[in-house]
């Protein structure tokens, strides 16, 4: 009788490894290589790792943002640095901790501090996740200011004719940055469901604007990919040219940064501006710098003059959020994505220090502070850490640059402040 169960498991075993070898050389290889197209190569590669951190392949096909000549940060030498060296260690030996790939710190301006891991290092692209969302926010103040849209209170409709005769139709620019557009997100990870056409699939135009709404615009808050991806949609045709070259005319290059390349759903079709632009890791130093300094840097304004200002200002949704950016402006033991969805949401152990501290949140923790009452920006690369606290690094710093014997509350720098010293005397 043993025998005979050992033998008929050794055929099922067999046979199984058959049907695996049939589906490896049949489905999975040629789906890997692209045989199959876009869309399959991404959905298997996905399958294969960890879907919310694909391999680099899985971008494929990209679209450039042409940036120039790039310029190195003035670095702060070892005995200028005003921040005590042991502030640096503890807080470059907590991020190793945490899977981090990098820890760059900015004070007053000049590189304070950077930390590599696993190799990388400043010129090291990484996938920027969320970060990215950003992006169409400050493209928003530039096609206000070059009168390709009226206003952030504009409907969306006036740019989207598919939005026109239905409820969407009150659903603002601002709405969709905020993340209150009401519409609705989903999470289904099978073939052909809708969420898988919004991230993976060949036509993310059509996949984003057949969305539902759930609730009536303004009133609810949800950090869902349509309104981002919407909200880029609608930048794209306001602006009548490609979102990639809008972008670099307007910050990519004026900032000096590295070429950078955002997601395209097809060679020659729509990029992602919910996700997944790929740039060096130094580069968000410099972008959190020029929204710290309210959109001027080295002598430029590279995002027109009061936009951070508006990007900054709470939503009536959620207090701690503005235009595709997070705020710290009341705590959150746990700050989630959506107030309906229990487990997605990031730890903050203590309330943040300062009070004007706002930051981006991209998937994998990646994360940029910008907190121009001391001067800080603070970058974080790599994978999700087993213990993040969002708290964490923005406090320790913080408390770093107020023990110097910095100045009274009432004095303390603001954006103005500092854009105005970043523009020089007039």
Same mark, same amino acid.
């Given at each position: %009788? &043993?025998? @005979?169960?050992?033998?008929?498991?050794?055929?099922?075993?067999?046979?199984?490894?058959? *049907?695996?070898?049939?589906?490896?050389?049949? *489905?999975?290889?040629?789906?890997?290589?692209?045989?199959?197209?876009?869309?399959?190569?991404?959905?298997?590669?996905?399958?294969?790792?960890?879907?919310?951190?694909?391999? @680099?392949?899985?971008?494929?096909?990209?679209?450039?943002?042409?940036?120039?000549?790039? %310029?190195?940060?003035?670095?702060?030498?070892?005995?200028?640095?005003?921040?005590?060296?042991?502030?640096?260690?503890?807080?470059?030996?907590?991020?190793?901790?945490?899977?981090?790939?990098?820890?760059? *710190?900015?004070?007053?301006?000049?590189?304070?501090?950077?930390?590599?891991?696993?190799?990388?290092?400043?010129?090291?692209? /990484? #996938?920027?996740?969320?970060?990215?969302?950003?992006?169409?926010?400050?493209?928003?103040?530039?096609?206000?200011?070059?009168?390709?849209?009226? #206003?952030?209170?504009?409907?969306?409709?006036?740019?989207?004719?598919?939005?026109?005769?239905?409820?969407?139709?009150?659903?603002?620019?601002?709405?969709? &940055?905020?993340?209150?557009?009401?519409?609705?997100?989903?999470?289904?990870?099978?073939?052909?469901?809708?969420?898988?056409?919004? $991230?993976?699939?060949?036509?993310?135009?059509?996949?984003?604007?057949?969305?539902?709404?759930?609730?009536?615009?303004?009133?609810?808050?949800?950090?869902?990919?349509?309104?981002?991806?919407?909200?880029?949609?609608?930048?794209?045709?306001?602006?009548?040219? =490609? /979102?990639?070259?809008?972008? #670099?005319?307007?910050?990519?290059?004026?900032?000096?940064?590295?070429?950078?390349?955002?997601?395209?759903?097809?060679?020659?079709?729509?990029?992602?501006?919910?996700?997944?632009?790929? $740039?060096?890791?130094?580069?968000?130093?410099?972008?959190?710098?020029?929204?710290?300094?309210?959109?001027?840097?080295?002598? #430029?304004?590279?995002?027109?003059?009061?936009?951070?200002?508006?990007?900054?200002?709470?939503?009536?949704?959620?207090?701690?959020?503005?235009?595709?950016?997070?705020?710290?402006?009341?705590?959150?033991?746990? =700050?989630?994505?959506?107030?309906?969805?229990?487990?997605?949401?990031?730890?903050?152990?203590?309330?943040?220090?300062?009070?004007?501290? !706002?930051? &981006?949140?991209?998937?994998?923790?990646? @994360?940029?502070?910008?907190?121009?009452? @001391?001067?800080?920006?603070?970058?974080?690369?790599?994978?999700?850490?087993?213990?993040?606290?969002?708290?964490?690094?923005?406090?320790? !710093?913080?408390?770093?640059?107020?023990?110097?014997?910095?100045?009274?509350?009432?004095?303390?720098?603001?954006?103005?402040?500092?854009?105005?010293?970043?523009?020089?005397?007039?």
């Amino acid at each position: %009788m &043993l025998k @005979r169960i050992l033998r008929g498991l050794a055929r099922t075993g067999k046979w199984t490894l058959i *049907v695996i070898a049939v589906i490896g050389v049949l *489905v999975y290889l040629p789906s890997r290589l692209g045989w199959y197209g876009i869309y399959a190569k991404r959905y298997v590669i996905s399958l294969s790792g960890n879907p919310m951190s694909p391999a @680099r392949a899985w971008y494929d096909p990209q679209e450039l943002v042409a940036g120039s000549d790039f %310029m190195p940060l003035e670095a702060w030498t070892e005995d200028e640095n005003p921040i005590d060296a042991a502030v640096y260690e503890e807080a470059a030996s907590w991020a190793g901790q945490q899977r981090s790939d990098s820890l760059v *710190v900015l004070y007053k301006g000049r590189l304070a501090h950077a930390s590599y891991f696993n190799d990388q290092a400043p010129e090291s692209e /990484f #996938s920027t996740h969320s970060l990215t969302k950003v992006l169409t926010s400050i493209l928003v103040g530039h096609a206000i200011a070059d009168g390709h849209m009226e #206003s952030v209170d504009q409907p969306a409709a006036d740019f989207l004719p598919e939005w026109d005769t239905d409820e969407r139709r009150g659903i603002t620019v601002r709405d969709l &940055l905020n993340m209150a557009g009401g519409l609705e997100e989903t999470f289904a990870f099978y073939p052909g469901s809708a969420r898988l056409a919004r $991230t993976m699939g060949t036509d993310i135009v059509t996949a984003n604007l057949d969305v539902g709404i759930y609730a009536p615009p303004g009133t609810a808050f949800s950090h869902a990919n349509p309104n981002s991806q919407v909200a880029g949609i609608v930048v794209e045709r306001a602006i009548g040219t =490609r /979102f990639a070259d809008y972008l #670099s005319e307007k910050l990519w290059a004026p900032l000096g940064l590295r070429d950078g390349w955002l997601l395209l759903d097809r060679e020659d079709g729509m990029v992602h501006t919910d996700c997944c632009m790929w $740039t060096a890791i130094e580069d968000w130093a410099l972008i959190g710098q020029a929204l710290m300094q309210n959109g001027c840097y080295a002598g #430029s304004q590279v995002i027109p003059v009061g936009w951070v200002d508006e990007m900054t200002t709470p939503s009536a949704a959620n207090e701690n959020y503005g235009m595709q950016l997070w705020l710290g402006t009341s705590h959150e033991p746990l =700050r989630k994505y959506d107030p309906s969805i229990e487990f997605m949401g990031n730890v903050h152990s203590e309330p943040f220090v300062a009070d004007d501290l !706002f930051f &981006l949140d991209g998937a994998g923790d990646q @994360r940029l502070y910008m907190i121009p009452s @001391r001067e800080l920006v603070i970058l974080r690369t790599g994978k999700d850490g087993p213990a993040w606290d969002d708290s964490l690094l923005p406090n320790l !710093f913080t408390r770093a640059v107020d023990s110097i014997g910095g100045q009274a509350a009432e004095t303390l720098p603001t954006r103005a402040d500092l854009n105005a010293a970043c523009l020089g005397p007039e």
